[in-house]
C-alpha cells in the first residue's frame, strides 16, 4: 500500500469532519489490581479518511472514577481506508471525561500518524445514539 506523507495527510485534515456511527462492542475487563479496563470499538467514516475502524480504550481505573464525571485515560488505535486506497493508522493517547446529566462521552486525543505526522482529535460520544461527531486539526 502507499501511505501519505505528512504533508499530503495535513493540508486535508484541517478541521476536518467525523462521524462514527456505530459502536460494535464492548469489552469490559479487569487488570491485576483489580482495575476496570474498558474497550469499545467503533466503525464509520472521517473526512479525508474514508471508512474507519478503532477501539476506544478508557482505563485502566477505579470502578468509582469510571462511574464520575472526573477525567479518565483514553487511548485510540484505529485505521483509516482513504478514497485513493491508501491506509492510514493513528495511535493517540488523551483523556475523556463525561458531560453531568448527560449521556455522553467528550474526548479530546493527541494522535501519531502512521506517516509520521500528528494531529488532535476532538469529539463527542452520545452514548445513546452510538454516534461519535468530531474534528481532527494537524499539530504543527
Known sequence: FKQKTAYEIGVR???SEMCIRDSVSNV???DANGNIILQTN???TAENFGTVFGTLTLGPTSMATLASNLPVR???IGQGFLPDGT???GDGEGALSTSADQHTWNVELIMDLSDGSQMISIGEIDLETTTFRGKNYPMK
Open 74 to 76: 483514553a487511548t485510540w
Open 13 to 15: 485534515l484541517v478541521g
Open 42 to 44: 467503533w466503525r464509520g
Open 87 to 89: 491506509i492510514a493508522v
Open 28 to 30: 469490559y475487563s479487569k
